[in-house]
């Protein structure tokens, strides 16, 4: 369709698409089903039309959905769709990353049944494959290879295959498909993205696809990029669906904090010789997998369970990991089978305290006696898997107790079966959000085992998780009220970045959407704020608490908030000033074809105690009093808090953006 016309129609219930939802329909259930097909069918709607005599050229758009939450079954049911309603041919275009691939393959070849689908391989042979294009339709998949990319795309143009209309899906299209030079000072592109740039350009009739669960890289290119999606269809998840809510909320009963200083002892480093211990968080992870495998085998829910160890991207520490796990599985066979001594003594307690752990959360757990006999039994058989790029392990169960060691090939889109605990330590200088949130391999379709699941980790890195999983819906929050939005946007630098630097123009580090706040995590309460607060006073004095909200110019909000002092020891990270001045004056300028463009509303409240710090994006506001302004400007809420033990008085602000289709994100790389 043209996106500013009427959806055409779309077939949805022919061949191609019946046989994906023959296998898909089990996974999915009559819910999942009804809403991919909703999915799949908006999507080839915005597509472009193959059997058009002159259709409106090529489309992109973006298939965004959570972690772990289905969006292989969305585009393989829009793939088979697209065939259906006039495709020649389906490119699937996976990463270069053999689990991922051999999954991805696999995927679509048992979906796909009714089509031939290429492996890497298959047009190598330029006789075979003039024959498949002559024959259309089929489908490929291709890694993203630069090499294997290029020999696909010359397997078609000596084919002369520039007709055939194509639906391009690039799966984790914020990964490797970018231009990986944006952010240096050359004009060389890259060749991943030079070679997909060239399959659009070649085949006039076709739509690129992005699908992933992370698309700030897409959205933070400049407006108009060929690559920054000009529609997105948002993958919603099944009711049985975990994802950051269940991990990373404040009332979660699923993580478990670990010492910082473990990670070190992780590192080989660090600890070059294999007598060192696994540290105390480990063995406590490892623990709670054992007690709530052994219950899940016991009570017939499955035949084997993983558990998961993610610390470092070396292959020197993989290693090193493995022989500590070693260890630490043979002293565990000897202890529970000599049953003496104090060893036995302190390993009895601990899977007992493991054990009442996960009471708390899964009341229905098997008899520890029980349980006992069976870590027992199955420990000699746990198999200890590396995956990296030096190792030929798979991500395969074939073990009761299967734990996997690893780094990135552990990461982005690879689905870990029965995942129940996971230990995470992946603590780099500069963290892009994207990449962390692709580590979170305990998302997924896990309900069933959710009261035997736990996530181990550090504070610091739960925190972030935290802050990347608001950022994410606050994302989707806004994707969902403005799917064929044009985002306006700045780019901010800071303590950890939205994706990666040499992808977009500048460094990245957070959002102010539309309709959120951000205030301070706590203000300056010390001698040294008396006369910021004196001054506040003065300005304010005029200003009573009622009516509910005054009107102030840009500038005099921005002087307002220049007089606000925030304790150093908060780390404020969005609040800070340069980025918010920015901020409000963009807005302003957004808002100059319009009566009264320059227009800030102020609340002021008086009398307020507040003592507890806050996190930037959670609010000092409470009771209803978001609705004291409207939300088509800017809203300054300043409250005064009043004197607490030697904590002197002090205006605490936040700042609430209008709502709208837009996302500001800011860089001082100026």
């Known amino acids: 369709m043209n996106r500013s016309g009427a959806p055409r129609s779309i077939a949805a219930n022919k061949l191609h698409a019946k046989e994906v939802l023959s296998v898909l329909g089990k996974e999915l259930g009559p819910e999942g089903t009804q809403s991919a097909i909703e999915k799949a069918t908006r999507i080839l709607q915005l597509a472009v039309d193959p059997t058009s005599d002159n259709p409106a050229g090529p489309s992109d758009g973006l298939l965004y959905g959570l972690i772990q939450s289905g969006k292989t079954s969305i585009l393989t049911l829009a793939s088979a769709m697209a065939v259906d309603n006039g495709f020649d041919c389906i490119i699937v275009l996976t990463t270069d990353n053999d689990p991922l691939y051999e999954q991805t393959i696999e995927r679509v070849r048992a979906a796909l049944g009714g089509l031939t689908v290429l492996g890497k391989r298959d047009w190598k042979d330029p006789k075979r494959f003039k024959i498949r294009v002559d024959n259309s339709p089929f489908a490929v998949v291709c890694s993203k290879n630069g090499t294997m990319l290029n020999s696909l795309l010359q397997a078609f143009q000596a084919a002369k295959s520039k007709k055939l209309s194509m639906l391009i899906v690039d799966d984790e299209a914020d990964q490797a498909s970018l231009n990986t030079n944006t952010g240096k000072p050359t004009a060389k592109v890259s060749t991943i993205n030079q070679v997909i740039t060239n399959f659009r350009s070649y085949f006039p009739v076709n739509t690129y696809l992005q699908v992933t669960a992370t698309p700030q890289a897409l959205f933070l290119q400049r407006p108009n990029h060929e690559y920054r999606p000009s529609f997105t269809v948002i993958a919603d998840p099944g009711r049985d669906y975990v994802g950051g809510e269940s991990f990373f909320s404040k009332d979660s009963k699923l993580m478990r904090i670990v010492d910082v200083n473990e990670i070190t002892v992780l590192r080989a480093t660090n600890q070059p010789s294999p007598k060192a211990k696994l540290p105390t968080g480990v063995k406590k992870a490892l623990y709670t997998f054992f007690v709530g495998a052994a219950s899940k085998i016991i009570q017939g829910a499955g035949d084997g369970y993983a558990f998961l160890l993610h610390v470092s991207l070396s292959t020197k520490d993989h290693d090193f990991t493995r022989l500590l796990l070693d260890d630490f599985k043979q002293e565990t066979i000897s202890t529970l089978k000599n049953k003496s001594g104090t060893l036995y003594k302190t390993l009895l307690r601990d899977l007992q305290t493991a054990y009442d752990d996960l009471l708390t959360t899964e009341p229905g757990l098997a008899a520890f006696d029980e349980v006992l006999e069976r870590i027992e039994f199955y420990l000699n058989g746990a198999n200890i898997k590396v995956i990296n790029g030096t190792s030929d392990d798979e991500v395969k169960l074939d073990s009761k107790f299967n734990l996997f060691v690893g780094g990135n090939k552990l990461g982005r889109?690879?689905?870990?079966?029965?995942?129940?605990?996971?230990?995470?330590?992946?603590?780099?200088?500069?963290?892009?959000?994207?990449?962390?949130?692709?580590?979170?391999?305990?998302?997924?379709?896990?309900?069933?085992?959710?009261?035997?699941?736990?996530?181990?980790?550090?504070?610091?890195?739960?925190?972030?998780?935290?802050?990347i999983h608001e950022m994410e819906s606050s994302l989707r929050s806004l994707l969902q009220k403005y799917p064929d939005g044009v985002f306006e946007g700045l780019y901010i630098s800071g303590a950890w970045d939205a994706t990666r630097k040499n992808v977009t123009d500048v460094s990245l580090i957070d959002y102010y959407s539309g309709g959120g706040s951000v205030n301070p995590r706590y203000p300056l309460r010390s001698a040294d704020a008396v006369q910021g607060t004196k001054w506040m006073d003065a300005a304010l004095a005029d200003l009573q608490d009622a009516p509910p909200y005054h009107e102030i110019k840009t500038e005099r909000a921005i002087e307002l908030l220049e007089h606000v002092n925030v304790q150093p020891s908060a780390n404020p990270q969005l609040w800070d000033m340069k980025a918010i001045k920015t901020a409000l004056e963009v807005l302003k300028e957004r808002r100059k074809p319009q009566a009264k463009a320059d227009k800030v509303y102020l609340v002021v409240k008086r009398g307020r105690d507040l003592t507890v710090p806050r996190s930037e994006r959670a609010g000092i506001i409470s009771g209803g009093e978001e609705k004291l302004a409207p939300n088509d400007a800017p809203t300054l809420f300043l409250y005064r808090m009043d004197k607490n033990g030697k904590e002197y008085e002090v205006w605490w602000p936040q700042l609430r953006f209008p709502d709208g289709n837009y996302i500001l994100a800011f860089s001082f790389d100026w």
Request: aromatic share 10%; charged share 25%; proline share 4%.
């Open 413 to 467: 889109g690879v689905t870990i079966k029965n995942l129940l605990v996971s230990y995470y330590g992946r603590n780099p200088k500069r963290a892009r959000a994207d990449t962390v949130l692709q580590h979170a391999r305990m998302y997924g379709y896990r309900k069933k085992d959710l009261g035997v699941t736990r996530i181990y980790l550090p504070q610091i890195l739960a925190d972030r998780f935290a802050e």
